[in-house]
T-cell receptor, first 115, second 110 residues
Framework: NAGVMQNPRHLVRRRGQEARLRCSPVKGHSHVYWYRQLPEEGLKFMVYLQKENIIDESGMPKERFSAEFPKEGPSILRIQQVVRGDSAAYFC?????????????FGEGSWLTVV | SQQGEEDPQALSIQEGENATMNCSYKTSINNLQWYRQNSGRGLVHLILIRSNEREKHSGRLRVTLDTSKKSSSLLITASRAADTASYFCGKGGGADGLTFGKGTHLIIQP
């Protein structure tokens, strides 16, 4: 049973370009979360999605960032017009249901470097 | 949103000693999940403890939860060099997954 798969693992973008990060949840999981981690920091919640729906995007910047989890295919976190401050590790996690004690599994992360 | 921090921020002990790290939170939770993160890697799930549980064990790991004090602790017994990592507690209570602090950076010295 494959875990949460993220790609690319490392991504370098110039300022102003777009970054597109992909996440395939654990097979059978319908809930996906995206987190951002800055160096020496904890994980900050960005967005929570279920299939075809954004449930909570309170942690995601209003501009330049968007996320989707289509009916078919992986979840995508898209960052438009990247700036240096977007450099971070972006982690995807999945669970079969939300709340009340279901284990949340994390992927290996996508490390974005903006130059 | 729920806030909380792990402490200490950094801990250095000798191999074979026990390591204890703590996690506090401010609002009610329904579960708390401990994770390990090695440098440059993702989070590996260690133990989940529910709000109606007080203690759980997994191998050399022991997690306690005191909801009256809004705190949890992770004990690693007989530490090994491979335990060197950052440890995070994720506080769960709502629809937005888990809330994390900055973690405890544990160094096991040979």
């Amino acid at each position: 049973n494959a875990g949460v798969m993220q790609n690319p693992r490392h991504l370098v973008r110039r300022r102003g370009q777009e970054a597109r990060l992909r996440c395939s949840p654990v097979k059978g999981h319908s809930h996906v979360y995206w987190y951002r981690q800055l160096p020496e920091e904890g994980l900050k919640f960005m967005v929570y999605l279920q299939k075809e729906n954004i449930i909570d995007e309170s942690g995601m910047p209003k501009e330049r960032f968007s996320a989707e989890f289509p009916k078919e295919g992986p979840s995508i976190l898209r960052i438009q017009q990247v700036v240096r401050g977007d450099s971070a590790a972006y982690f995807c996690a999945s669970s079969p249901e939300t709340g009340n004690g279901n284990t949340i599994y994390f992927g290996e992360g996508s490390w974005l470097t903006v130059v | 949103s729920q806030q909380g921090e792990e402490d200490p921020q950094a801990l250095s002990i000798q191999e074979g000693e026990n390591a204890t790290m703590n996690c506090s939170y401010k609002t009610s939770i329904n579960n708390l999940q401990w994770y390990r993160q090695n440098s440059g890697r993702g989070l590996v799930h260690l133990i989940l403890i529910r709000s109606n549980e007080r203690e759980k064990h997994s191998g050399r790991l022991r997690v306690t939860l005191d909801t009256s004090k809004k705190s949890s602790s992770l004990l690693i017994t007989a530490s090994r060099a491979a335990d060197t990592a950052s440890y995070f507690c994720g506080k769960g209570g709502g629809a937005d997954g888990l809330t994390f602090g900055k973690g405890t950076h544990l160094i096991i010295q040979p």
